[in-house]
């Protein structure tokens, strides 16, 4: 496996359920990301994790728990999700968070339908 | 509070022909631009960066994008497009020193044969 990689592709959950998204990067990267894509809205930073410390969480609803292990893993943990939290969950990650070597490698996303 | 505008949301080109998509930030100081782009059910593909120095940068898959100061703006440009080229096009800028990645709510582009 290479670059980022993001498992389910798909899930479909009801709002009640508790369910969870994974994100493993193989870059060697030391900070991993959570964006919010939805239609017609631009993307939204969720979390920031540098060397697996919280650096950033953008108001984002407690419904939402992230996780970082470490460095090449990230999770996103759901519960009792709304229907308006449909949207496409992507995972990023770059070298460090700090500007100066910025670039982000995006995963393949997780469409998320909450029913 | 930075922003990025993309003022088109949608564009329609014909296959060999140029493109032109456009970019406006709001920052006083120069930022960080970058140009990414998402084809359907995919994620996000950096095509090009912007941190300082020449100010026509070149990235991949035949892209260019131009910084003008005077302007605000950072298009990205194509001589000739391609059919593959399809997709969601993304600007982002971020403030140095800080981790947020602020994006564009995007252009679609379309390629007609």
């Known amino acids: 496996e290479t670059g980022v990689t993001q498992t389910p592709r798909h899930l479909v959950m009801g709002m009640t359920n508790k369910k969870s998204l994974k994100c493993e990067q193989h870059l060697g990267h030391n900070a991993m990301y959570w964006y919010k894509q939805s239609a017609k809205k631009p993307l939204e930073l969720m979390f920031v994790y540098n060397f697996k410390e919280q650096t950033e969480n953008n108001s984002v609803p407690s419904r939402f728990s992230p996780e970082c292990p470490n460095s090449s893993h990230l999770f996103l943990h759901l519960h009792t999700l709304q229907p308006e939290d449909s949207a496409l969950y992507l995972c990023a990650s770059s070298q460090d968070g700090l500007a100066d070597s910025y670039e982000q490698y995006f995963g393949p996303g997780t469409r998320l339908t909450v029913t | 509070a930075q922003s990025v505008t993309q003022p088109d949301i949608h564009i329609t080109v014909s296959e060999g022909a140029s493109l032109e998509l456009r970019c406006n930030y709001s920052?006083?100081?120069?930022?960080?631009l970058f140009w990414y782009v998402q084809s359907p059910g995919q994620g996000l593909q950096l095509l090009l960066k912007?941190?300082?120095?020449?100010?026509l940068v070149q990235g991949i898959k035949g892209f260019e994008a131009e910084f003008k100061r005077s302007q605000s703006s950072f298009n990205l440009r194509k001589p000739s497009v391609h059919w593959s080229d399809a997709a969601e096009y993304f600007c982002?800028?971020?403030?140095?020193?800080?981790?947020?990645?602020?994006f564009g709510k995007g252009t679609k582009l379309t390629v007609n044969p």
């Open positions: 982002a800028v971020v403030r140095g020193g800080s981790e947020k990645l602020v």
């Open positions: 912007y941190f300082s120095g020449d100010t």
């Open positions: 920052y006083g100081a120069t930022p960080y």
